[in-house]
C-alpha cells in the first residue's frame, strides 16, 4: 500500500521506491527512539540487517550526510559520514542496535575527520566503492548536500512515516523492489531485541505467503502420457461421424 516502482530522470535513470511504512514498523521504531537521532539509529540498525540478509555483506557500511547543523564539512570534504557494522548471523537485534548506536555516536563526534581522504590518499580507496549503500534522514540531514550512492535510502520520520529507496543504472528494478520489503521487514523485526538477524525474514508474511502459496499452486490434472494417436483413435470409436477437421469447404470426420 502507498508503494511505487518508476523509472526518473535525474543523474541518470534511477529506480526508486517509495514505502509508507506499517503501524508495527513504525511502533518498532518509537519504542527504540523517541527522538530524531534515537529513531535514526532504529532504521539505521534496520538498513543494516536487511543489507545482510539480503546481499550477504559481513560487513556493512553506510554512508550518511553530515547532520544539518554542521554543514559544510571542512575537513572531510566530501560531506560523508561512514557508519561501518560487522554483522553476523549469530548477531542479535539488541546486539546490533547497540553498535549502530556506538557507531552514530563515534561517526557524528568526528563527523569532520578526514575518512574520505585518508582512504584514498593512503589506501587508494574509494568509500563510494566501499559503501555500497546511502542512508539519510530527512529531519536530521540538510537536502541537496550529498551525493547518493548507487544504491540510497531516505527515511522521512513525519506523517506517514516514510521511506524512499532508489538505485542507479546499476540496480535492477527488482533488486530495489525486493530490498524495499526486506528493509520493512527488518524494521518490524526490530520488536524482539534477542531475535538473531540472521533469522530475520527475507520478505513480509504477505510476500512469503505469495511466493509459497499463490506462486506455488500447481494443483490440477495429471498431464496424460496416451499419445495423440490413440486419442483420435478413441474418438472416433464414440464419434465416427463427428467433423474433426475442416478446411475451407471440405470437412473430415473421425
Do not use: K
Amino acid at each position: 500500500a502507498g508503494s511505487d516502482l518508476r523509472l526518473h530522470a535525474g543523474h541518470g535513470a534511477r529506480t526508486r521506491r517509495t514505502v509508507d511504512l506499517p503501524s508495527a514498523a513504525v511502533a518498532a521504531i518509537e519504542a527504540i527512539g523517541s527522538d530524531p537521532l534515537g529513531q535514526f539509529v532504529a532504521v539505521a540498525a534496520a538498513v543494516a540487517a536487511a543489507i545482510h540478509r539480503h546481499f550477504g555483506d559481513a560487513v556493512v557500511a553506510l554512508r550518511t550526510p553530515v547532520l544539518a547543523d554542521d554543514e559544510p564539512a571542512s575537513l572531510n570534504g566530501t560531506g560523508d559520514v561512514p557508519l561501518v557494522l560487522p554483522l553476523g548471523r549469530g548477531t542479535i537485534v539488541r546486539e546490533l542496535l547497540a553498535a549502530t548506536a556506538a557507531a552514530v555516536e563515534e561517526s557524528y563526534s568526528y563527523q569532520d575527520f578526514p575518512v574520505a581522504a585518508m582512504l584514498r590518499d593512503g589506501h587508494g580507496m574509494d568509500m563510494s566503492a566501499i559503501c555500497r549503500c546511502s542512508f539519510a534522514s530527512a529531519a536530521l540531514h540538510a537536502a541537496g548536500s550529498f551525493a547518493p550512492s548507487s544504491l540510497h535510502l531516505e527515511w522521512t520520520p513525519d506523517v506517514p512515516s516514510r521511506l524512499v529507496i532508489d538505485g542507479d543504472a546499476s540496480c535492477e528494478p527488482f533488486v530495489i523492489d525486493g530490498f524495499a520489503a526486506s528493509v520493512v521487514t527488518a524494521v518490524e523485526s526490530l520488536r524482539d531485541r534477542a531475535a538473531p538477524i540472521g533469522r530475520i525474514p527475507r520478505l513480509p508474511a504477505a510476500g512469503r505467503d505469495r511466493v509459497l502459496r499463490e506462486w506455488n499452486q500447481t494443483d490440477g490434472p495429471a498431464l496424460s502420457l496416451i499419445p495423440v494417436h490413440t486419442r483420435v483413435e478413441h474418438q472416433a470409436a464414440c464419434t465416427p461421424d463427428a467433423t474433426a477437421l475442416r478446411f475451407g469447404a471440405d470437412a473430415v470426420s473421425y
